[in-house]
């Protein structure tokens, strides 16, 4: 058996459960829906979930942390804010999905997993001199991204792409530039 069949099986556990975690989250919602009827839904143990993620939170923090380190970098001013614009899409595309995340009780739980990931990121720039924790500036900036993220997904107003994305960028460097830039620093973007 060769070194790379194991890696494929946690990978194939990780997206049925991930699978099954989508459905029910559309189907039952985020409150109701309940770790045993994940492992069901994905035909897996409940001790093999648990070898994966610790809590449904867990699972919702796995389910976005891919597209939410594309707005996390967006402090960074890196060039995987190239990536927003096909988020963005990609976000309108599953809007069924981007509803359901977007609304109570997700959002928070949301909010805080996005929060946590500019948080690290901050945490790296040395340059900074920031007027509050990280922590808060950091749910600041991913508040006001996800406020961007929802007019986006539900339309209301309608917006387009290009200047969600140009708004994204824009109010996120506003917001650290105000937040946690030392006065003399060139302002960001």
């Known amino acids: 058996m060769s070194e ?9 556990t990780r997206t049925a459960l991930h699978g099954a975690f989508l459905g029910l989250l559309l189907d039952q919602g985020y409150d109701a829906l309940k770790i045993g009827d994940v492992v069901e839904r994905a035909n897996v143990g409940r001790s093999t979930f648990y070898e994966h993620y610790r809590t449904k ?11 939410f380190a594309v707005l996390a970098d967006l402090v960074l001013d890196q060039p995987a804010a190239e990536r927003l614009p096909g ?4 976000f309108r595309d599953n809007q069924r999905v981007a509803r359901v995340l977007l609304a109570w009780p997700t959002r928070p739980k ?3 997993a996005l929060a946590e990931l500019i948080a690290e990121r901050l945490a790296g720039m040395d340059a900074l001199r920031p007027l509050l924790p990280l922590e808060a500036i950091a749910r600041q900036i ?9 007019t986006w997904v539900l339309g209301r107003p309608a917006c387009e792409l290009a200047a969600v994305d140009e708004a994204l960028r824009r109010s996120t460097g506003a917001l650290l530039d105000a937040l946690a830039r030392p006065p003399d620093a060139a302002p960001g973007r």
């Open 4 to 12: 790379e069949t194991p890696d494929r099986r946690r990978q194939k």
């Open 57 to 67: 939170h867990d699972l919702l923090r796995a389910s976005i942390g891919e597209p």
């Open 87 to 90: 988020l963005l899409q990609h």
């Open 110 to 112: 949301l909010a805080a």
């Open 142 to 150: 991913a508040d006001s991204q996800l406020a961007l993220v929802e």
